[in-house]
């Protein structure tokens, strides 16, 4: 009988679906746990890139008043600030943060400063056209560091995110896991 030689090529496509299998297990695990552990969002995290999130969110933050607000890479945090306070919002509920450069990035430079607070459930506020990307994004990046996330879409007349940038940014989401790093200097489209 012939035995089969495994290339590094093979090697690393069986090591990499070890990967993906375990972290599609954990990951459900622990998105399971967050859950049963806060129920109820802790506060509010909102993508940046179009001002009408940032009055969706406005106006949401005045029914949850206990909830701290967290907008990352609004398009101008002067406008960002003038939005809360018309809405009768202190600016000590706000924490806006210009480190993501697109939307892998709006949770991989937030993730850190959300497990230092211990907070295991956020709303989470995007477009519609967005959401399913930023779903796909959040369950990999928030749910492998047990945050769990509820979200709510921001009407809008635009068309849905193609299937190759959802995919793409799973893709990063993941190799973040693995690397630290989100390859957002290799992103295109």
Not at 30 to 50: E, M, N, S, V
Not at 75 to 104: G, Y
Request: aromatic share 8%; with cysteine.
């Amino acid at each position: 009988m012939k035995r089969y030689k495994f290339t590094k090529l093979h090697r690393f496509c069986l090591a990499s679906l070890s990967l993906i299998l375990i972290l599609s297990s954990i990951i459900p695990m622990q998105l399971a746990i967050a859950k049963t552990q806060a129920p109820r969002p802790q506060a509010i995290f909102t993508l940046g890139g179009d001002p009408i999130r940032e009055e969706f969110t406005a106006q949401l933050a005045q029914w949850y008043p206990s909830l701290d607000i967290w907008i990352s890479s609004g398009p101008n945090p002067k406008e960002t600030r003038e939005i809360f306070q018309s809405a009768s919002i202190p600016l000590t509920r706000l924490h806006i943060d210009l480190r993501a450069v697109d939307t892998v990035t709006n949770f991989t430079s937030l993730v850190a400063d959300f497990k230092q607070r211990h907070l295991q459930h956020l709303y989470l506020i995007t477009s519609d056209y967005h959401m399913t990307r930023a779903k796909a994004i959040a369950t990999i990046i928030l749910g492998s560091q047990g945050i769990v996330f509820t979200p709510i879409a921001v009407p809008s007349a635009r068309a849905q995110e193609s299937t190759f940038q959802i995919l793409r940014d799973v893709g990063r989401s993941l190799f973040w896991i693995v690397t630290g790093r989100t390859g957002a200097s290799l992103k295109t489209g």
